[in-house]
């Protein structure tokens, strides 16, 4: 998992819990509890586990696909993290007590969600009184959907039909349109910011580990034919540099 990726998810951490520290030591006489819903193959939830002020936290890391469960729970049992459960689950029925976690985050997948305001609404069962909620998404600057609809064309050429397996119509590129899904819901004291979260990507390298780690890329990579799916990051790469030439 690259450094970037768990940088900003850290930042995304403590910006949520910066109030409530208090509820993340074990000497209040409970473990906190964390849910990452659409957590695709773990880049919230395990850098928050493997972090120091997550480590007593207990993490449960949910997505609707059983591929990206497969890979996260690899990912925890390689690490030996001992803090964080996985779960085949979808966003819109979360198979969870209400009021049972103290935080809960949905980083880059709320648009992957078929029913936005379901998913926030489920995420806001779940929270304890008082609970808070993370949410991110990405800005039009980066454009990651036309980084991967690139791709896919680079792949099929002729073909302008050729399923990008992303949802083309919700793009949210700014925290003003998640807002009203979180008000509906009933979450109250809304904070939105906007963060520079990928300026520190140095290289090629370190896109193609971010992309990685992203639903949106398994989305994507997973529909393309058999015969092409191992070219996706080569071809991925080629768009890279295209797109943005004045990385080293």
Same mark, same amino acid.
């Given at each position: ?9 850290l930042r ?16 209040t ?13 773990g880049?919230m939830?395990l ?8 480590k007593?936290?207990y993490?449960?890391a949910t997505?609707?696909?059983p591929?990206?469960i ?7 049992k390689?690490?030996g993290l001992?803090n ?35 998913? =926030? ?7 304890k ?18 980084i ?5 064309a680079?792949?099929n ?21 998640i807002?009203?899904?979180?008000e509906?819901?009933g ?8 963060e ?7 290289d ?11 639903t949106?890329?398994m989305?994507s990579?997973s ?7 191992p070219?996706f990051?080569?071809a991925?790469?080629? =768009? ?8 080293p």
């Amino acid at each position: 998992m690259s450094n970037s990726t768990d940088k900003f998810s850290l930042r995304l951490f403590h910006k949520v819990t910066k109030s409530q520290h208090h509820s993340l030591s074990p000497s209040t006489g409970g473990r906190a509890k964390m849910i990452d819903v659409g957590a695709g193959t773990g880049a919230m939830a395990l850098s928050v586990a493997r972090s120091e002020e997550g480590k007593n936290l207990y993490i449960l890391a949910t997505d609707f696909s059983p591929n990206m469960i497969d890979v996260l729970a690899a990912r925890v049992k390689r690490e030996g993290l001992t803090n964080v459960d996985s779960r085949v689950m979808d966003g819109q029925r979360l198979a969870v007590a209400d009021e049972a976690y103290n935080y809960a985050f949905n980083a880059f997948s709320l648009n992957c969600i078929q029913d936005m305001q379901t998913g =926030v609404n489920e995420m806001f069962r779940v929270l304890k009184k008082g609970g808070r909620i993370g949410i991110s998404t990405w800005s039009a600057k980066l454009a990651p959907r036309q980084i991967l609809k690139n791709t896919v064309a680079k792949l099929n050429p002729g073909n302008p039909n050729a399923p990008t397996g992303l949802p083309t119509d919700r793009l949210l590129n700014t925290p003003e349109e998640i807002r009203p899904y979180l008000e509906k819901a009933g979450f109250s004291e809304i904070e939105t910011t906007f963060e520079q979260g990928y300026t520190d990507l140095v290289d090629y390298d370190e896109w193609i580990k971010l992309f990685r780690d992203s639903t949106l890329y398994m989305s994507s990579k997973s529909i393309q034919p058999a015969e092409i799916r191992p070219k996706f990051d080569e071809a991925l790469l080629e =768009v890279l540099k295209e797109m943005y030439p004045s990385l080293p």
